[in-house]
Every structure is written in structure tokens, then in C-alpha cells.
């Protein structure tokens, strides 16, 4: 494996100056209890999930910073959380300097909202089956009154489907006669229809072919080279973060483990969720085969297990584990993970043998 | 392994699935042949759509109408299985094939106990009594890697995480000794590090009971760790298929070298992947000639005429006119 990686250019800043979104302490809690009469009958108390559980990271501007996990540890919540989809139970939203949770008038909420925009994972279930596609496009630029005169939306619409790489003539389709990845290239033309600068993607090629993926993350490079634009990409394909992001956030039940520049992740993972993760991926190139060390399921999030909730998976795990929940601390520069046995030196470091 | 005497496992000849619609006859599976030989793990490969699940769904006799096999044969140890009556595909199904299906919340019964399903099956096929049963289905259990077996048996399905589940459909699939086992998207609906377990446990058990395994997936890294060949599929038809190693790093069909540039690769620094433009045609639109052929970047004439058949390319076999010797021939003069 080693032969097989190359060192990547180092062309990216680690430690934004004036991040674009700044995200602080951010916890979401579902509601989960059982109806209100079988709660009295049943003397049982409230239950909640929670998610989101003091979640902090910032992105700078024109980078890509990606959220890996597996399924239940809270990744989309935070997207969902950041484009105002669902509302924090705690935390700060920093967009450019202003607090999300501040806003008060509604003016001004729609004018930060005009600057991000979301893609959806399902390109089948985001787009309504029943308008034409210039309808849908044009939809934000309506919402946001950007341009009134009609022949003047065509027009933008006409160049954004061209710059998706679709024809305008395609317009006039329904969703129903394209295909998946033609779908997912709709979405985001309609994500760009209102000029924003910022973009949270949740998935955006997992329901696609690898061909297709392909197609799709090319285009979602070129865009950003085009327009400049700061990503959030939520994956759980790590082949695919590592293809895209330039600082990674490894999440696991709802907190963030291991935050790290995307090279740096995957040559020197520190935290042993991570490790575990990068031991998950098959090995393509075929170099070898991959140690034994996956265990374990993702536990119940309503009920986490105390202290660390990776201590039951953990080969480290030891009794302070158990009781106390670690904090993120910086392990090597621009590298921070939320791990007791980094801090007390029972990790043995370098890069994981695969 | 493909040495004429003895017959391989399974062999499939030609075969053609086609769908009867209004609009004129859909041919979902167009001449297909492949053999599995005892033990092997064939990788089938493909987009969605490209007919992978439905060979497999063929061979173990659970097409749905009105789709149906239209020409060719499957052989097990080279007995015809294609045109059994159900009564007698049912002795074979579950018995010497087996299948691994990729939902494991829908593939197993919500309102039956694990060992009763386990039971079932154990009763049906091999000749032993309920507490004979009961034994070898805790033996499974334990087996594929069930924590307190004895106990879990009693449970229902809801009981158990996704990667437990898919665990006991293995242990399903196994129960009779199959010398075959289907697995149809084992690990798709999976968190990752549970697919790295269940893909290891398969490899392992079928090590050891010397089962044959048709792993269909469309996920390429799966394939690269587990199968000893592959055969990649386009648009209902086999674009190359030979030993695992070879497909993965040196493919030979220019569809199967687009696939393999355009999965994302760790620690490789690549800027822009390979991209197939298009997308595969739909099965009313197949373009004559090799189906490839509009999305291909090495197409001449022939390709969008004749169309090609496997032939032999490297270590692999893959259908393009480019391995064909009077191609060759052509270009050098």
C-alpha cells in the first residue's frame, strides 16, 4: 500500500483564517418517548436521542470539508441542522460572521438563506414528479424574487442546465424521463439556481452507479473551481471523502471523533474508530490481505453506552474510558481526536498497517 | 476450470431471459455463458440494470413472470435445472443451491423465531428430527459468529441488529450444505464496518465447506477481496470476464477499464476520475452491434454492426472487436 501512495500536493490552508461557517457546541435531541399516556401508566420518563451531541468544527472559504460515519451517527442531522431543515437543541451557527440563531427578522433570514443550498441524497424522492424540470429550477429564483422578468429566468435556467452539463431543451422534460445521474445533476442546478456560495451536500452520489458517481464528482469539482464554492460533503464512502474533502470530520454516535486534513486522516489516523474505519475499506490494488480488527455493531444512540460510546469496540478501551467522555484535543498540528489512550501515550502511533 | 470432463458445478449456455411487455419483447438477459467450478467465488459485476441479479435469480429458478427463459441452458453438474417442474426445483433450491438475498429485515420471516425458520429449513432437506434440528441450527448459529446461540434461537428477527440478521440468513443459506450459494447484494444494505465482517465470515465459511459462490454486487472493492474470478456485466450481456486479479488491474474491455478508473482510489491523488459519459441504454433501446459501442472511446465501424464475443484478451476474455485477430492485423498494417 505504501508504493501506492503518493504524496498529494500540499496546497490547502489547515487553520482557516475567517472560516465561512463556523459551527460551535451544536446538539440536537429528538423526542422519543413513548405517548404521554403509556409515559403516566407506565411511570416511565422522557426519552431522548440525541443525534447531535456537541458537534464543533469550521469550514473556510472555497474548501471541501467532509463528515464520514456509519448510518445513525448523526452526519445529515448536522447537515440538516445547518441549512435550518431541523432546529438545534443547543449551539452556536456561525455563517459569515453572523449567528444563525440571532436572526430575528425574517428579511434577514432570507437573505442569508439565499447564500447556501442543499443536495439531497435521493435524486428520485427530491425532485416533484409532477412539475417540468425548468419549473423546478427556477423555483428558487422565484422564492428569492432574484429575477422577475419570465424570458429572463428561461434564460438562466437554459444556462444552468447547460452548466451541469445538460441541454436546455431538457427543460421541458418531466423527472421521470431521466436517469439517476441526470436527476442528481437537476438537483444541482437547482441548488445553484440562487448564486449561492455555500453547499451541503448529504450523500449526493450514494444512490448512484460508480460510473455515474463519477460523472457527478467530476462536475461537482469543476463547479467549485468554476464558482468557487465551500462544500459540505456528508459521506460514508471513504474512498470517495478522500477523493473530494480537504479536512475531514470523523463522527461517531453524534460527536465528532477525529477531525483532521484529509491526507493527513489517512496516513496517520489517530483515533481508533478511525483506524477502524480505514480497516473497513477493500483493498483494491489487492496489495495484501486486510487484518482481522472489525468488531462490533454501532450501539442503540437512545441508549449510548457512558463515557467514551466507542469503548465497547475499542482495543484500547480501559477503565477511564468507561466513566469519562474525552474531549477533542489537537495530536499532532491540525489533527485533534477525542481519544484517552492518545492523551496518556497507550496508543502506539504511526500509520495503520494494512 | 474449464476443462471439459468432469462437468463443471454450474454452467450456464446462452442463456436468454426475455420480458413479454405491449411494447414488444424486452431481452433482459442476451446469451450469457458462464461456468462456476466447485469451491470457486465468481464476482458478478454491473451497473443497475445490467441483468446481474436476474442471472442469478435464473439459475436458481426464481424468475418472476412473465419473465422467462427464452433460450439456453443451466446445468448442475451438467443436468439441465431450467426447465424442472417447481416440485422438483424445490429439492434443489435451498438443498444444493442456496440464496443470499441483500435485505436481511425482508428476507427473513418477522413473525417466526429464528430457530423456527431455521428448523424449516433444516427439516425439509436433511433427514434428522426436531431436537436434531434445533442442535444444528444452535451450531449455525454459533457458527457464523451469534453470540449465546442457544439462547438467541428464541428470538425474532426484529431482536437483531442488520449485521446479526444478515448473519442468520447466512447461517439459512448454509443450513443444508449447499454446493452452491447465490448472494445477491449481501452487504449493500450494510454500515461499512459490518460489511467488512459479514464479506470476511462468508469468505471463511465457504472456505470450509467448499461452497461455490455466485457473489453478485455491484461494489468492485467487495469483489477484489473475495472472488477468484469475475464476470462483468453491460446491458443484459457478459463484457469480460477472467481471474480477479486480472479484471481489477488489467482490464481489457474498454467499459470495464472505465469502471475500474472511475472508483475513487486511497492514496491515490487524482484530480478528476475517468468518466463514462452516458449511461447505460435501457432495454428497449440497445443499440445493434456491440452495446457498448456509443459510450465507447476505441469504436470503429464493426463495433456498431456485428457483435462481439468474448474473446480472448490477456489473461481475461472480453467481448470487443479490439481483441479480435483480424482487428489486430488491421492496425499494423
Known sequence: ?354 | MSDPTPPPLLSVRNLRIEFPTRRGTLVAIDDVSFDIARGEVLGVVGESGAGKSLTGAAIIGLLEPPGRIAAGEILLHGDPIHRLRPDQMRHIRGRRIAMIFQDPLTSLNPLLTIGQQLGETILTHLDVDEDGARKRAIALLDEVGIPAPAERIDHYPHQFSGGMRQRVVIALALCAQPELIIADEPTTALDVSVQAQIITLLKRLCREHDTAVMLVTHDMGVIAETADRVAVMYAGRLAEIGPVRAVVQTPHHPYTRGLMGSIPVLGADIRRLVQIDGAMPRLNAIPPGCAFNPRCGAVFERCRSDRPDLLPAGATRAACWLFDAGHASEQTR
Open chain 1, 1 to 354: 500500500m505504501t508504493a501506492f501512495i503518493r504524496t498529494p500536493p500540499a496546497t490547502l490552508p489547515v487553520t482557516p483564517a475567517a472560516p465561512l461557517l463556523r459551527v460551535e457546541n451544536l446538539k440536537c435531541a429528538f423526542d422519543v418517548s413513548r405517548p404521554f399516556l403509556n409515559r403516566v401508566l407506565e411511570r416511565q420518563p422522557r426519552r431522548f436521542l440525541k443525534a447531535v451531541d456537541g458537534v464543533s468544527f469550521e469550514i473556510a472559504r472555497g474548501e471541501t470539508f467532509a463528515l464520514v460515519g456509519e448510518s445513525g451517527c448523526g452526519k445529515s442531522t448536522v447537515a440538516r441542522l445547518i441549512v435550518g431543515l431541523y432546529e438545534s437543541t443547543d449551539g452556536r451557527i456561525v455563517f459569515d460572521g453572523q449567528d444563525v440563531g440571532q436572526i430575528r427578522s425574517g428579511a434577514q433570514m432570507q437573505a442569508l438563506r439565499r447564500r447556501f443550498q442543499m443536495i439531497f441524497q435521493d435524486p428520485y424522492a427530491s425532485l416533484n414528479p409532477r412539475w417540468r424540470v425548468d419549473r423546478i429550477i427556477a423555483e428558487p429564483i422565484r422564492v428569492f424574487r432574484l429575477i422577475d422578468d419570465s424570458t429572463a429566468i428561461q434564460a438562466r435556467v437554459a444556462a444552468l442546465l447547460t452548466l451541469v452539463g445538460l441541454s436546455p431543451a431538457d427543460g421541458h422534460k418531466f423527472p421521470h424521463e431521466f436517469s439517476g445521474g441526470q436527476r442528481q445533476r437537476i438537483c444541482i442546478a437547482r441548488a445553484l439556481a440562487n448564486n449561492p456560495e455555500f453547499l451541503v451536500c448529504d450523500e449526493p452520489t450514494s444512490a448512484l452507479d460508480v460510473s455515474v458517481q463519477a460523472q457527478i464528482l467530476n462536475l461537482m469539482k469543476d463547479l467549485q473551481d468554476e464558482l468557487g464554492l465551500t462544500y459540505l460533503f456528508i459521506s460514508h464512502d471513504l474512498a470517495v471523502v478522500r477523493h473530494m474533502a480537504n479536512r475531514i470530520g470523523v463522527m461517531y454516535l453524534g460527536r465528532i471523533v477525529e477531525i483532521a486534513a484529509s491526507r493527513s486522516l489517512f496516513e496517520d489516523p489517530r483515533h481508533p474508530y478511525t483506524r477502524m474505519l480505514l480497516a473497513t475499506i477493500p483493498d483494491i490494488s489487492m496489495t495484501g490481505t486486510r487484518e482481522e480488527t472489525v468488531r462490533g455493531e454501532v450501539p442503540n444512540p437512545i441508549t449510548p453506552p457512558p463515557g467514551c460510546t466507542f469503548h465497547p469496540r475499542c482495543p484500547l478501551a480501559n477503565e477511564r474510558c468507561k466513566r469519562e467522555a474525552p474531549a477533542l484535543a489537537e495530536v499532532s498540528p491540525g489533527q485533534f481526536a477525542a481519544c484517552h489512550a492518545i492523551g496518556e501515550g497507550r496508543a502506539h502511533g504511526g500509520a495503520i498497517q494494512r
